[in-house]
Nanobody, 124 residues
């Protein structure tokens, strides 16, 4: 099981950015995928997740209405569309996977596989 997050960068407040999580080594539709972020001196925070089987999406309150998670099982890729970015969204973003997961899985302990992160910096 391998995951790789990419697509981060430096953007201004109010901008949009889309992150991608490329996966391999497993059937994506049988795994829940979560996006997490970690800012300096802060704990890793669950941002959004998409469930296995039906792809239901769940979000942390801090990003609800601004971020959208989606998956393309044929391309083995999960996306995180981030709109109306704020300075406090600055963090390293990670994607993670757990087999058969369903529901609001937004705690890092719930995931078994992790990819390397991608830095998102929101600054004017």
């Amino acid at each position: 099981v391998q995951l790789q997050a990419f697509g981060g960068g430096l953007v201004q407040p109010g901008d949009s950015l889309t992150l991608s999580c490329a996966t391999s080594g497993f059937a994506l539709d049988t795994y829940a995928i979560g996006w997490f972020r970690q800012a300096p001196t802060r704990e890793r925070e669950g941002v959004a997740c998409t469930s296995s089987s039906d792809g239901s999406a769940f979000y942390a309150d801090s990003v609800k209405g601004r971020f959208t998670i989606s998956r393309d099982n044929d391309k083995s890729t999960v996306y995180l569309q981030m709109n109306s970015l704020k300075n406090e969204d600055t963090a390293i973003y990670y994607c993670a996977a757990v087999k058969g997961g369903w529901g609001p899985l937004l705690f890092f302990e719930e995931y078994h596989y992790w990819g390397q992160g991608t830095q998102v910096t929101v600054s004017s």
